[in-house]
């Protein structure tokens, strides 16, 4: 594998323009980041939201029965907002992509092929793997229901498949979120390519509230939790937060009001969610009234928000900095598209080869230690295979991507790449961005 980026003297990539991005004065544009800077602080974020993802999804199960269970599971149970960090993230890089390339004659085929080649060929290889490899060696690691409901992984619609027909398999169960991305990647484009900034900002605002509205609309009406937790229609509008936090990145009047009470914000949206958000189980949407399904995404994603803009102000040196810098934070990020693929169905074969902590508790004994053991090696093993596939396939096919670019309108002139578009040249969400 490709070693990780290590921070150069001013925390980007050593091959980036070491200027410090600057407000661009003719476009009203906030950040202007040169072509080659990695914003390295988002790679640290991609690594902590796949982390926060494996430890809510293996502890899920767990037995609560003695000194300490309780808390650690409340903890990991809450850990289901690293899917809306992902989210957050993406549509705050693929918003900032689309702003750039804006203008460019080839902005919709550039887009789509790019994103094609990053987001389809792992994705379509783990389900190869899944639905037709393993069933035809007579080692399927998905039930009967899951098998006939084949096409609904194979279109990106497991998110609808969940809220409108019943949960899949352990295997595939988490392809839900990745359906809600591909979703915002169709339909983005278009909004960008076809508003003004200032129309822009009008939609985001607007898609944002109807969000609110329609989930209050849903849970008071009898549409289930689990429903308003993985269809896009109630969903988007994490990734809509993040894309207006990529127009105030470009805008200088915005941008600094956000740096200034973001530090505020932060802290006050984590004690709502703390306070008027957690139950027994932690942080569990499960248990949410039509009240708390209306604003607890929305409260979790502007946290999230809060978060990203401390990330990116963080002053270079700081002990932060350095740690969502970090060389392993770096190698985490990279993979984490691979490793959210690849989690749910390698907790599966640990199941089924009897390795759950449940199956060995001991009732009145602390079960987290053996939980916390469970995670570590569930995230080694995980680790391991994005990595294989990283090297073995998946940088192969990215090496594509460099035939793709998005080309100047002015005739005879060279391409250009969106400013934000190396930050997730090597490692995408997923949001997974």
């Known amino acids: 594998m490709d070693g990780p980026v290590k921070n150069g003297p001013n925390g980007v990539a050593p091959d980036a323009d070491p200027t410090v ?8 544009g906030g950040h202007v980041v040169k072509k080659g800077t990695r914003l390295l602080v988002l790679d640290g974020l991609r690594a902590a939201a796949i982390c926060l993802v494996m430890i809510h999804h293996y502890s899920q199960g767990m037995v609560k029965s003695g000194f300490g269970d309780r808390p650690f ?21 693929i918003t900032g992509i689309l702003l750039d390339a804006k203008g460019s004659p080839s902005y919709f085929r550039t887009f789509y092929i790019r994103r094609s080649l990053r987001i389809f060929p792992i994705y379509y290889l783990m389900l190869l793997l899944v639905f037709i490899i393993l ?4 080692m399927s690691i998905v039930d009967s229901f899951t098998l006939d409901h084949g096409p609904w992984f194979w279109l990106y619609g497991a998110n609808y498949l969940t809220g409108l027909v019943a949960w899949p398999d352990t295997a595939v169960v988490h392809l839900w979120s990745l359906a809600i991305e591909e979703h915002f990647y169709m339909l983005w484009p278009f909004v960008v390519f076809f508003t003004s900034r200032k129309q822009l900002l009008v939609v985001c605002c607007m898609t ?18 689990e429903a308003i937790y993985v269809m896009t229609h109630y969903r988007i509008g994490t990734l809509v937060l993040g894309s207006l936090l990529a127009l105030a990145w470009r805008t200088p009047g915005i941008w600094p009001v956000l740096v200034r009470y973001s530090k505020m914000a932060a802290v006050l949206l984590f004690a709502a969610l703390a306070v ?6 932690g942080l569990d949407w499960r248990y949410w009234s039509p009240v708390q399904h209306a604003f607890g995404y929305t409260i979790v994603a502007l946290f999230f928000v809060a978060v990203h803009v401390l990330a990116l102000q963080l002053p270079v040196g700081t002990l932060l900095y350095r740690i969502l810098s970090s060389a392993p934070a770096i190698w985490i990020g990279r993979l984490s598209y691979g490793m959210y693929l690849f989690h749910r169905p390698i907790e599966t074969v640990a199941i089924k080869l009897g390795l759950h902590p449940g199956e060995h508790a001991v009732e009145g ?11 570590m090696g569930n995230a080694v093993v995980t680790a391991f295979v994005a ?7 998946e940088k192969h096919v990215l090496s594509l991507k460099d035939r793709f670019v998005y080309q100047k309108p002015e005739a005879g002139t060279a391409a250009i790449r969106p400013a934000v578009e190396t930050a997730v040249d090597a490692a995408e969400v997923a949001p997974l961005k």
């Open 21 to 28: 991005p600057k407000p661009d004065p003719h476009d009203g």
């Open 73 to 93: 599971y409340c903890f990991a149970n809450s850990c289901w907002v690293g899917v809306d960090l992902f989210f957050v993230l993406s549509g705050f890089l």
């Open 135 to 138: 069933p035809a060696l007579d």
């Open 208 to 225: 944002i509230v109807c969000m609110v509205g329609m989930r209050f609309h849903a849970a008071s009406n009898g549409v289930s939790s």
């Open 276 to 281: 008027g958000f957690t139950n027994s189980q």
């Open 365 to 375: 004994s602390p079960s987290w230690p053996y939980e916390l053991v469970y995670i």
């Open 387 to 393: 990595w294989l596939t990283w090297n073995l396939f």
